[in-house]
């Protein structure tokens, strides 16, 4: 909160991005629509609230992406990902990709612990190692290696004419540097590179 007389530096808002589970369509463009117009307003951020298994929205760093398209200004955070349903290497991918379509905007937000409800899905998650799987802060440690493109692979070099890094692609060169040991890690993109726990 700001000192008393002191106004607000920056406001966002919160969205769970709801739709009709029979057609879904009207109720991602409503979300998009409302993130356009809350950039007219004036408003500083939008957060997306990740709904698995639910009528929101299930996949942030689409709707992220999309949402970069239609506004130029707007900060776009994820309220937050749960890393437990996500694989390190693959959504770093994404939010590089996201990352440099936005110009620097994104503001994800990653948690860490067992994914809710994961007892009922376990098996169709992960079929062989849903037992092994480990859901602790190492997951984010990852995630920040991959965007900060520490070496993923041990080749370098062309198959044929493919070529092949051994960090992910793209890499927007705007991660930070180190993540403290709460249970949640905010990633903060912008081209400081600074990072934050909540």
């Known amino acids: 909160m700001p000192e008393r007389g002191k106004a607000l530096g920056k406001l966002g808002f919160l969205t ?6 029979a057609d879904p369509r009207p109720g991602h463009e409503q ?3 409302m993130i356009e117009r809350a950039e007219a307003l004036g408003f500083d ?3 997306l609230r990740c709904r698995h298994l639910q009528p929101g929205i299930s996949s942030p760093v689409a709707i992220m992406a999309a949402a970069s398209q239609r506004t130029s200004r707007i900060e776009l955070g994820t309220a937050v990902i749960p890393l437990g349903l996500e694989n390190p290497l693959r959504l770093a991918e994404d939010l590089a990709t996201v990352d440099i ?3 620097g905007r994104i503001n994800p937000g990653v948690s860490v612990g067992t994914p809710m409800l994961y ?4 098996t169709t998650l992960y079929p062989e190692t849903h037992e092994l799987e480990n859901f602790s802060k190492d997951r ?3 995630l920040l290696e991959c965007l900060r493109g520490e070496p993923v692979s041990d080749f370098e070099g062309k198959v044929g004419i493919e070529d092949f890094s051994r960090r992910v ?3 927007s060169g705007a ?4 993540c403290g040991t709460a249970v949640a890690c905010r990633l903060r993109s912008g081209r400081a590179g600074r990072a934050s726990t909540t």
């Open 175 to 178: 991660w930070p540097t180190g």
């Open 45 to 47: 951020s939008v957060w």
């Open 140 to 142: 984010v440690v990852r």
């Open 101 to 103: 379509l936005s110009g």
């Open 31 to 33: 979300t998009l629509s």
């Open 119 to 122: 007892d009922h899905y376990k």
């Open 16 to 21: 769970i991005g709801r739709f009709d589970e």
């Open 169 to 171: 692609q793209p890499y």
